[in-house]
């Protein structure tokens, strides 16, 4: 009778396939977390910027819609510059806010803003936020509505451009008008405690317009 040949795989055969597969898995798994540890790092890093960056378009939309104050005075622009000691610029101004509803640009209400920083007292880090409050109707009579825009802020640097030069503080009664243009800075700690900075600048449309209290611009004379 013929002697027939097996077709099974061998103890050696099968010892090489099973250290063959343990070094796949092993490579695949390496690289699995090396990916992974790659994305958590990115994610870290821009995590923290998208959040200033956010808050930073949302000072720059505000600005672009500033609306020069009245004869009233319920507008006032104020900027104040950082304290010797302080972090932050305070930054207060009417600004034009159109419902997320509402679709017609027309229709809008007039709100006071107030951009500052403060230490967030749950998270024990410096923040930035913004207050709102209506001009008109009945939330003008009650507090105004705080939101955090940015942890982890380190410095807030805001300046007023009147057309000749940028100024670390400005006011709507002395300069007669809204700045032209506004330069801001944002100092921010990342993951890493490094500090990395945000800088931009906002063109005013309504800025240097004259104000009803003003009888004519400085310079020039009326006429009959």
Known sequence: MPF????????????????????????IGSVYQSTLTTLHRQK????????????????TKDLSCSIPDDSENTCLFSL??????GLAAELSFCTAVRSEYEKDLRWFEVYRVRYTMIVDE????PALIRETQPIVGPGAFMPP??????????????????????L???????????????????????????????????????GKIITPRTKHPPGTKETE
């Open 145 to 166: 509505k705080t939101n955090t825009l940015f942890r982890r802020l380190i410095r807030l640097e805001i300046k007023a451009y009147d057309g000749d030069e940028w």
């Open 80 to 85: 104040q510059p950082p304290t010797k000691n």
């Open 122 to 125: 749950d998270e024990k880090q």
């Open 44 to 59: 870290a890093y821009w995590e923290p910027a998208s959040s200033v960056q956010r808050a930073v378009e949302q000072l």
């Open 168 to 206: 670390d503080s400005w006011s709507t009664v002395d300069e007669q008008g809204l700045p032209e243009a506004a330069e801001i800075t944002c100092v921010y700690e990342d993951d890493k405690k490094k500090k990395r900075t945000v800088k931009t600048e906002v063109f005013i449309p309504a």
């Open 4 to 27: 027939k040949h097996s077709t099974a795989f061998t103890l050696i055969e099968l010892l090489v396939a099973l250290v063959i597969a343990v070094f796949a898995i092993t490579l």
